[in-house]
């Protein structure tokens, strides 16, 4: 017994969620994606690691932020093809530097979508391997999320993968769950504290 309008607005924002989509799945084919490497330091400001960032400049729009399309990849699932390629130019990363002289870990961030692959394990060993890369310069940056759901399935993944030589470390420590309870029972190198803990 009543009528509803249907919201121009709302049309817009699907539209533009799907055209956004569409555009991601293009900018993978196209190598419109590219790796910055940002430093890591220690107290005696020397790189002692970098941390791949992904960004995705448009033909059209010019830079979008990953704010942006990291979560539209996460929704429609080219987050599982977006990580595989992010690891492969990692890895090939890995190599240039170590050809000049750098052996220093790479640090790649994994979605808890990517993470929660059936094979997730042997895809990411096969691909690795397949790059001759150094496991023990890797360093896999995980959310505090990925450890609220099925703890001991994610704890046996990454044991299988640190057993192999890989790190691993949790981003943004202090903005979700934040217990240091469970930090015991995970293989670990690094925490990253957020700011605002």
């Known amino acids: 017994n009543r009528i509803a309008y249907f919201e121009a607005a709302m049309q ?3 539209e533009a ?4 989509e569409h555009e991601l799945a293009q900018a993978i084919a196209e190598d ?5 490497l940002q430093s890591q330091v220690d107290a005696d400001n020397r790189v002692v690691g970098v941390e791949v960032l992904l960004r995705w400049t448009h ?3 010019g830079n979008i932020p990953p704010g942006r399309f990291v979560p539209v990849a996460e929704e429609c699932g080219l987050i599982l093809q977006l990580g595989d390629w992010v690891l492969r130019e990692a890895c090939r990363i890995q190599g240039r530097l170590r050809a000049a002289g750098l052996a220093i870990p790479v640090s790649v961030n994994v979605s808890p979508r ?3 692959q059936n094979d997730f394990v042997e895809r990411t060993l096969a691909l690795i391997d397949g790059q001759g890369a150094d496991t023990a310069q890797l360093v896999f940056e995980v959310t505090e999320g990925l450890l609220l759901d099925k703890l ?5 993944r990454m044991q299988r993968l640190t057993s192999r030589g890989l790190r691993f470390s949790i981003d943004d420590f202090g903005t979700g769950y934040s217990s240091l309870a469970y930090l015991r ?9 957020d700011r605002s803990f």
């Open 59 to 61: 033909p059209v729009r």
């Open 185 to 193: 029972r995970l293989p670990l190198h690094e925490l990253k504290i």
């Open 114 to 116: 990517q993470f929660r």
């Open 32 to 36: 419109q994606l590219a790796l910055h």
């Open 152 to 156: 001991d399935r994610t704890v046996e």
């Open 17 to 20: 969620q799907l055209a956004l």
């Open 12 to 14: 817009e924002e699907v």
